[in-house]
């Protein structure tokens, strides 16, 4: 609201420079018009006033835009059926006449210039200077229709382009609920696989090693409130546009490769090249593949061994899982789909598909700044 005010009286302020220069520009040029158009009303009081009521309405052209053209219009009309030269009073009429079709609704910014084209039009056939006849009414019109011409393009111009913003705005929003959906996806399906399998562990062993299942019901509650912490964080970006909290990256794939054993599923990482920062997004992306492909060995692929290695290139991070299963590691659903969302996303690559000697395999290429 303040940046709004402070925008009206620049607005105002920029107005009133305009009317007093076309006040100054009419009061010297006028006198210099009429002497090169015999016939007209010599320069005299009345003459300066009509000049000075033109001009000085159009301070309030953009707060008052149909009662400017008004005043402007009665100013103009009675300026040339008084006889006066012609000159810079047409200047005020053209821009009161542009202001109008520029910010008022096509409709009355239409009927407004018929009005004043008419009221315009009584100089051509009755004046106390030369009448102008039939044959004037050709250039009085184009003083109208040229400014509204003007106007209107300015207007819609103006308009598309706020609806193109608008548009904008709005993909902007359902890419940002589309990301904290894939990063819900994430975090709960992979806290889910993974409580699942060690309350079924736990189930198992609860009549037959009570103290095993002890420690298989101690890792749900630690995968389970390291879920919701992480949810937390994501739900909470929506509610602040941030998190207070680093959002995951590669840095936690020790704790998830913890996470992970303690559901069943021994992962064994590698680590090539010389690690180094990475952008955000390429950092969580990376994680999430590796998140998501692991949970899915978790959830299908039967086996209790799989392979995570990252790779840093020169001028691409690499993330490949490996697993020896049977039921094929890229799950179903929209795990998969996911995956491929983000890194496509960011100018990578993703490839998901069985192994030939058997198992599943996902492979990550995104691209990152090179190595200088």
């Not at 006033?49 to 953009?62: D, E, G, P, T």
């Not at 308009?159 to 608008?166: L, T």
């Not at 904008?168 to 889910?192: C, K, N, Y």
């Not at 590796?290 to 060995?297: F, G, I, R």
Request: glycine share 12%.
């Amino acid at each position: 609201m303040r940046e709004r005010r402070r925008d009206n009286r620049w607005q105002l302020a920029a107005d009133a420079v305009l009317a007093l220069a076309l006040l100054a520009f009419g009061l010297l040029a006028t006198p210099l018009a009429g002497a090169n158009q015999p016939g007209s009303v010599p320069v005299d009081a009345a003459c300066r006033a009509l000049l000075a009521v033109a001009a000085l309405a159009l301070v309030a052209r953009r707060l008052a835009p149909l009662a400017t053209l008004a005043v402007v219009t009665v100013a103009t009309s009675a300026y040339l059926v008084l006889g006066y030269p012609y000159g810079p009073v047409q200047l005020a009429f053209l821009v009161a006449g542009y202001t109008a079709a520029a910010r008022l609704p096509v409709r009355r910014a239409g009927v407004a210039a018929g009005a004043a084209l008419a009221v315009l039009l009584v100089h051509v056939f009755w004046s106390r200077g030369p009448e102008p006849g039939w044959f004037g009414i050709l250039p009085a019109s184009a003083w109208v229709v040229v400014p509204f011409a003007l106007g209107v393009a300015v207007r819609v111009n103006r308009e598309s382009a706020a609806r193109g913003r608008a548009e904008a705005a709005r993909r902007r929003a359902d890419e940002e609920r589309l990301r904290i959906a894939q990063e819900v996806h994430d975090v709960v399906g992979h806290g889910l696989a993974a409580i699942s399998m060690q309350a079924e562990v736990a189930l198992h062993l609860l009549g037959k090693r009570p103290e095993q299942a002890e420690i298989a019901l101690t890792a749900i509650s630690r995968t389970s409130r390291e879920a919701l912490d992480e949810l937390r964080v994501t739900l909470g970006a929506v509610r602040r546009g941030g998190g207070r909290e680093p959002v995951p990256g590669l840095a936690r794939l020790d704790a998830l490769r913890e996470r992970l054993a303690d559901a069943g599923l021994a992962v064994t990482l590698r680590v090539t090249g010389e690690p180094r920062e990475l952008p955000g997004a390429v950092d969580l992306a990376a994680y999430r593949v590796v998140q998501e492909a692991l949970t899915n060995v978790l959830r299908h692929a039967g086996v209790a061994e799989a392979e995570a290695t990252v790779g840093y290139g020169g001028d691409a991070l690499t993330v490949e899982v490996l697993d020896r299963g049977v039921g094929g590691g890229g799950g179903a659903g929209h795990g998969l789909a996911g995956m491929r969302e983000r890194v496509t996303a960011l100018g990578g690559e993703l490839a998901a598909g069985p192994r030939p000697g058997g198992g599943f395999r996902v492979a990550a290429r995104l691209p990152v700044e090179p190595v200088r």
